[in-house]
């Protein structure tokens, strides 16, 4: 099982990434009788995904099925991703969605509960993954706090400022 990332870059040059493999089951990987496969692609980001199967023969020849597309709808208010990279020293990216299409505010704090300065304000598009930055320049080395507010509910993640 192949996946491409719902991303419009990558449909478009057409990159692929393995997530899995699955053993034949046919006895000594031959069969004239149809037989199911199964395979679970988890931790899947809220959007569109593209995945398409890639059969190798014995012979090693090897055969693509057309993409098929599976929307990820979102089961929880909000979601907001642990920062990447953490700790940090000038910016990470962050990335969040929601449920519904609401005023949304993205808010660092640090340990004494101060507000910091403000990420994110807008509205995004309901159940769509959106990318951030946070930049971190002029803050000092320790632990703060990203705080994700919509539709009266809020997320917050942990980031790890090292100057």
């Known amino acids: 099982v ?35 496969y199964r395979f679970a692609a988890e931790n899947l980001s809220v959007g569109i995904h593209q995945f398409r199967l890639k059969q190798v023969d014995l012979d090693g020849s090897s055969t693509l099925t057309d993409p098929v597309s599976v929307r990820v709808q979102m089961q929880e208010a909000l979601k907001l991703n642990a920062p990447a990279p953490n700790p940090v020293s000038t910016s990470t990216s962050l990335s969040f969605a929601v449920k519904e299409q609401e005023e949304t505010t993205i808010t660092l704090y640090n340990v004494l509960g101060q507000q910091v300065r403000v990420i994110y304000r807008g509205t995004p598009p309901a159940e769509e993954l959106q990318t951030t930055r946070v930049k971190t320049a002029g803050l000092a080395s320790g632990t703060y706090f990203l705080r994700l507010e919509s539709g009266g509910q809020s997320q917050v993640e942990r980031i790890t400022v090292l100057q």
């Open 2 to 36: 192949e996946e491409a990332r719902a991303s419009m870059a990558q449909q478009k040059s057409d990159t692929w990434e393995k997530i899995g493999f699955v053993e034949s089951k046919a006895e000594n990987g031959t069969t004239t009788e149809p037989l199911s």
